[in-house]
C-alpha cells in the first residue's frame, strides 16, 4: 500500500493476518528507508534473529533428546534386570507424562509378577510337604502289609501245627478205642 504520510513524507506499507497466529502484522517505510537499504538491513536482522532462535531450539531440542533419551535408557536397563528374574526392582520415573505412566505401569507388572511367583513357590512348598506325606504314608503301608504277610505266615504254621496235634490227638483216640476194644 502506497501512502503519504500527514508529514508529507511518501510511504509504503505491507499489512497481512496470520491465522495460525490469529494476529496482524504490520510494517510501513519511506521510500528513503527502502531507497537506502533499511529493507535489507531488516532482511539481513530477520535471518540473524531467526538463525539464533534456530540454534537455541536446536540446543534445546538437544537437551531435551538427552533427558528423555536417559529416562528410556534408565528404563531399559531396569526392565533388562528383570528379564534376568531380579523382581526386587523399582522403576523410578516419577514424572506425570507418558514415560512415568509407563514406570507406573511396569511397577505394577513386577509387583504382580512378585506375587504370583511367591504364589508359585508357596505352592511349590505345599506340594512337596504333601508329597513327602504320601512316601511316609506309602512306606507306612508297605510295613504295615509286611506284617500282615508276617501274621499270616505265622498263622499258617500254627494252624498246621494245630492240625498235626488234632491228627496226633485223633489217631491216640484211635489207638485208645482199638485197645480198649479188645
Known sequence: IEYTSSSGVEKLAALEFYEKWGVW??????NDDILGGLDKKIRSQALITGGIALLVGCFFS???VRIINGRVQSIADIARKVGEGD???EFNVKSQDALGSLSNSLN???ASSKEMLGQINQSSVSLASSATELSAISDQLVNNADQTTSVAKDSASRADEVS???DSVAAASEESTTNLNM
Request: proline share 0%; hydrophobic share 55%; net charge positive.
Open 25 to 30: 502484522l504490520g510494517v510501513g517505510m519511506s
Open 62 to 64: 538437544f537437551i531435551l
Open 87 to 89: 523382581y526386587r526392582v
Open 164 to 166: 498235626r496235634n488234632m
Open 108 to 110: 505394577e507388572m513386577v
